[in-house]
């Protein structure tokens, strides 16, 4: 009689329980959601992004405008800014990034991206093409600004190795004079630029 009982309850709570069904928030990851950004907040303060633009803006980048022939009042596309392009790859490289289609997808969700372009799509033939035209150039010029701004600590250079690993490249002590220290870190950023020169040649 009690098992009867028992059943009879048990069943009650069954009945009961599908009665009172939960109603859950489902997660819709098909949506296109809009909300305002604030582009200066996307990388703090000290951010090596920051460093890289504000240096790269204080360079003579005057053979670089001298084939854009898009004037102010004439019909066409206005040219990327040259010192965007090279911001990019400048940064680009610090992180062992080589391959121009690498920086025009991180450009689409990475903070520092999105801070230089200023949330805008860049096309990965742009950053190519320039890269391809300029290459000597840029080249020394990538050199210069990775050691100066690595020797004074305002950015960190990642080196890739041949597994693909990424380490932080370390050219010399602290306690080293400053112009050895330079020295030293020119170096490393020379060797940066010869690596990912390799590997762009590689597709990788």
Known sequence: ????KASEFNAGEVEEEKARRVRLKLVNREQVVLRPMDVERLVSEDHEVRAIWEFVGCLDLSRYYEDIEVVEGEAGRSALDPRLLISLWIYAYSKGVSAAREISRLSEYDPAYQWLTGMEPINYHTLSDFRIKHK???DELFTQVLGL???EGLISL???MHD???VKACASADTFRREERIRAHLEVARQQVEQMGLRKRRGI
């Open 1 to 4: 009689m009690r098992g009867e």
């Open 136 to 138: 000597e150039a840029l």
């Open 149 to 151: 701004l690595s020797a």
């Open 158 to 160: 990642e080196r890739v």
């Open 164 to 166: 693909g690993t990424k």
